[in-house]
């Protein structure tokens, strides 16, 4: 009876409405969002699922069983919030010594998230390593080396001329 | 008739500035080498230069000049505001070679935004940023915030005489102790035990809230530096919003108001005088307008709607009004949420708070407390000759250390330097709006670069016009050493050329 009942195109259809109109707080952009474009009309997209891509930068604060990771596109950082498991596999986080991994995030997007004192954020339901970082290497300078050994000289001969006049 | 400046005078100014010079250079010491202890050769060889750069031009200056006379007032004065700007050219060396500014006056802007305390930044891809570029950025805060005069006096000159018209350019007029060379000992002395206790406080807190443990410390040191000499510069670009940490937001809003409060408070209450904190007019004056600009904030914040809860109105209302009354910027909201998110009255709160500031003699810009406390007295004062019979004697008086009465020229002197300050907040909002920039968008930026904030509404970015930086680097310098260094050095260049 059931099985008849769902198979009944009306109903169908009917179902399909439903879950559109219950799912419209959560239509999500299957693109991903640039963060100016997300800080910018954030009532927009607040409440929304959405897709953000960016570097992660700095550290991976863990909290409980749940992750603060920052993301930066480019332009701006933002904070996302995710469950610890899903972030096992990050291998780099951005500083001066590394180009951290480049994710896709997707989750659902606060303009002022009330769960964490007003903060905009985004709350992870998935994160996708699109390009794992690497590490930058330290090469010196050459250039800056010369430059430094110049200034030694000239900064040895004012020292040594000061001493001459004084003597 | 207007006297040409003579030889002495030009002698005096390059002995003195030489060796702020070499002071301040020294210092650079600090980052190349914590550069060279985490392997950031680079960097390192930046701050190499620049240090080496310092000590050619100081130990020239100090040669070609040599002098055992004292300097007069003038001298004193245009010594700071040299100085000032000297030691912009110089900083802004070691950020330059970082390759993390798109040209030289913007790593400029940052070194004066550092130095005055002022927060507003220009820089490219901080997160990606040295940690000794990073130590240098928030080390200029706190040597800035201190007092870049300070430093000479404190350890390299002799004469008391000369060296107060020094500390009053700098924008101190109080003493603390008898001797002007042991009050800025003094001064040094109360920064660098908060230094430490703050950085253990924050750098535990960061430790808590799951960085490791070099970061942890690392960033404590940093924050604690930018907030307590209300600098407001962050190691990351998220500003304090990258630790999403309500403990590092009460911490370093204790920090913040610690960093507003006159340093001759804190000697007497070091000293045991708890009470004066309680009695003092720039303590009360702080309190109250805190209040009521934050009333005005949240009223608009209410009217929004966008933080329906009080512990989100809380982090984010009341942080940016505290970071911005005292001159800290330090911000837990994006720039362009100011604009897109926060309607004119919040924002016309927050512009007020800016523009109050913190205490006189503290390391806040702006208007300042005292002042602010002066004037209110002063209107009380002249209501009560209007009410009172003609033949009463009306007296005001206010506490500050000790009983004072008002008299007034403190009024006159509080009046010109809050017209002086007006004015600078105008000036500011007057080019950002020739340059195609809206009203209110033009004078939060300018109040906030003039009475050295750093919160920033959008404008401030690399890409805004070369001449809006200059302007606001000029009122960043002017802001911090109020007016009459600047003024003197004004005068100075004009008497060399129309003097005889």
């Known amino acids: 009876m059931m099985l008849k009942r769902i198979l009944n195109p009306l109903w169908f259809i009917n179902g399909l409405l439903f879950a559109a109109f219950f799912s419209f707080p959560l239509a999500v952009y299957a693109q991903a969002i640039p963060s100016s474009e997300l800080i910018n009309n954030a009532k927009q997209y607040d409440g929304k699922a959405v897709v953000y891509e960016g570097e992660v930068i700095g550290v991976i604060m863990e909290r409980g069983g749940h992750v603060w990771l920052n993301v930066n596109d480019g332009k701006n950082s933002i904070g996302i919030w995710a469950q610890r498991n899903l972030v096992s596999a990050l291998h780099h986080a951005g500083s001066y010594k590394a180009k951290g991994d480049w994710l896709a995030i997707s989750g659902i997007f606060h303009r002022a998230c009330l769960e964490h004192g007003g903060d905009l954020d985004i709350h992870a339901l998935r994160i996708d390593n699109i390009k794992p970082g690497k590490a930058i290497p330290q090469r010196l300078n050459t250039g800056k080396m010369h430059f430094v050994l110049l200034l030694t000289g000239v900064l040895c001969l004012v020292l040594i001329l000061r001493q001459l006049k004084r003597s | ?500």
């Open chain 2, 1 to 500: 008739m207007i006297l040409r400046p003579c030889l002495d005078d030009i002698k005096n100014i390059g002995y003195y500035l030489g060796k702020i010079i070499i002071g301040v250079g020294l210092t650079m010491l600090v980052p190349a080498i914590l550069g060279f202890s985490l392997g950031e050769i680079n960097p390192a060889l930046d701050f190499l230069a620049g240090l080496e750069i310092s000590l050619i031009f100081g130990f020239l200056l100090t040669k070609l000049c040599f002098t055992e006379k004292d300097t007069n007032w003038m001298q004193g004065m245009i010594v700071v505001s040299l100085s000032w700007l000297a030691v912009m050219f110089l900083g802004a060396i070691p950020l330059y070679l970082s390759g993390h500014f798109k040209s030289y006056l913007d790593a400029c802007f940052d070194t004066m935004s550092g130095f005055a305390t002022t927060g507003l930044s220009l820089i490219q891809d901080l997160d990606h940023l040295s940690y000794a570029h990073n130590l240098w950025r928030h080390l200029i805060m706190f040597i800035g915030g201190q007092g870049i005069v300070i430093i000479a006096l404190s350890f390299f000159m002799k004469g008391a005489s000369g060296a107060f018209k020094m500390y009053v350019g700098e924008a101190r007029d109080e003493r603390i102790k008898p001797n002007v060379i042991h009050t800025s000992r003094f001064i040094w002395l109360v920064g660098l035990v908060y230094l430490v206790l703050g950085t253990l406080a924050l750098g535990l807190i960061a430790f808590l809230e799951g960085m490791g443990p070099f970061n942890a410390l690392f960033h404590g040191a940093c924050v604690f530096m930018a907030a307590f000499d209300t600098g407001g510069f962050s190691p990351q670009s998220q500003n304090i919003l990258y630790y999403h940490s309500l403990s590092f937001e009460i911490a370093t809003i204790t920090i913040m108001l610690l960093g507003a409060i006159n340093f001759r408070l804190h000697y007497h209450v070091w000293m045991g005088n708890r009470k004066e904190i309680f009695r003092n007019i720039e303590t009360v004056t702080l309190f109250i307008a805190i209040i009521s600009t934050f009333f005005i904030t949240a009223a608009g914040l209410a009217q929004t709607g966008i933080y329906p809860q009080a512990m989100a109105l809380f982090r984010k209302g009341f942080y940016q009004l505290v970071s911005g009354h005292t001159g800290t910027g330090y911000m837990t909201v994006y720039a362009k949420q100011f604009i897109n998110e926060w309607n004119h009255l919040a924002l016309s709160g927050v512009i007020c708070a800016m523009a109050l500031g913190g205490a006189v003699c503290s390391t806040t810009g702006a208007i300042k407390m005292l002042r602010v406390g002066i004037i209110f007295k002063a209107m009380k004062q002249d209501i009560k000759r209007i009410i009172f019979p003609p033949q009463a004697v009306v007296l005001e008086k206010f506490h500050h250390i000790k009983k004072v009465f008002l008299e007034d020229k403190q009024v006159r002197s509080a009046l010109m330097i809050t017209l002086a300050y007006l004015l600078l907040y105008g000036i500011g909002a007057l080019v950002g709006m020739w340059l195609g920039y809206p009203f209110l968008d033009s004078l939060f930026e300018s109040t906030s670069a003039a009475a050295n904030v750093g919160l920033s509404c959008g404008i401030t970015n690399a890409a805004m016009p070369a001449s809006l930086k200059i302007t606001y680097i000029v009122q960043m310098w002017t802001g911090r050493l109020e007016f009459m260094s600047v003024f003197t050095l004004l005068g100075f260049c004009w008497a060399a050329i129309k003097g005889k």
